[in-house]
C-alpha cells in the first residue's frame, strides 16, 4: 500500500513513509504525558526534522526569577518539541508552494535590485 509524505506529498509504496511521532516518545515519557501524535513523514522530512531538533532546541533556559540558566522541565520540553515541530510544518509547506507557484508565470520582482 501506497504511503503519502504529509509534509512534502513524496509518496512511497516501499515503506519509506512512516508514521513518526511529532514529539519523541522519550520526551513525552519524560514528561509524563501520553504518546504523541503521529504524522506520516518520509525518511528525508524525518532526517531534516531530526536536524531542526538538533539545531533549535535548548535544553537549557535562563531564568529570570533565579537568575540562572536551569534546565527545562519534562512539560517544557514537549512545548519546545511541538513548536519547533510546528515551525518546520510552515517552513516544509511555504517550499513547496514557492514550488509550484513557480511555473505560473511572470510575478518578477520590480524593485531596484539591479542598477
Ligand atoms: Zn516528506
Same mark, same amino acid.
Given at each position: 500500500? /501506497?504511503? &503519502?509524505?504529509? @509534509?512534502?506529498?513524496? &509518496?512511497? !509504496? @516501499?515503506? /519509506? !513513509?512512516?508514521?513518526? #511521532?511529532? !514529539? #519523541?516518545n522519550d520526551i513525552a515519557q519524560a514528561a509524563g504525558m501520553p504518546k504523541s501524535q503521529t504524522m506520516r513523514m518520509c525518511c528525508n522530512c524525518r532526517r531534516e526534522l531530526d536536524t531542526w531538533f538538533k539545531a533549535k532546541i535548548a535544553k537549557m533556559v535562563y531564568d529570570i526569577g533565579m537568575r540562572q540558566f536551569r534546565y527545562r522541565t519534562g512539560a517544557e520540553m514537549v512545548e519546545e518539541y511541538q513548536s519547533v515541530f510546528n515551525a518546520f510544518v510552515d517552513y516544509r509547506r511555504s517550499e513547496l508552494n514557492q514550488t509550484e507557484r513557480a511555473p505560473l508565470g511572470p510575478q518578477r520582482e520590480t524593485g531596484g535590485q539591479y542598477p
Open positions: 500500500m /501506497a504511503e &503519502t509524505c504529509e @509534509l512534502c506529498s513524496y &509518496t512511497s !509504496v @516501499l515503506g /519509506a !513513509v512512516e508514521q513518526c #511521532p511529532i !514529539v #519523541p
